[in-house]
């Protein structure tokens, strides 16, 4: 066995103080996954993504936003003209992380009748 093969991973989530786990609580949200999943189709403001996300409240898009530009997955930009507004937009991070959170969505849209059948023999279950 060489020296390489005995170090253990640099990041494990499965431990408590993994670094991964902030990064994988932030991207695991489901207003994370619909804020990244409509930049890809182009810039967006603030306004719009609220309009466009039914049921994210302002405080909520807010934090999300904070939270996927903190870890360099959004970018926010100030365009200055008449009135200031700010743009957010995927980062190059945020690009590839949009292929695997697409990848999800398809899954649930393709699978959504099985769920809601599982669901309903469960709760006729109980």
Known sequence: MSDQQALPPPW?????????RQVLDCIADKWAVLIIGLLI????RFGELRRDIQ???QKMLTQTLRSLERHGIVSRT???GQVTTVEYAPTELGTSLSIVLDQLRVWA???MDKVLTSQTSYDQRQ
């Open 41 to 44: 189709g182009g810039d967006r």
């Open 109 to 111: 849209e393709q699978n």
């Open 78 to 80: 100030i365009v200055d």
């Open 55 to 57: 049921g994210v409240s």
């Open 12 to 20: 494990n989530p499965y431990i408590a103080t993994c670094p991964t």
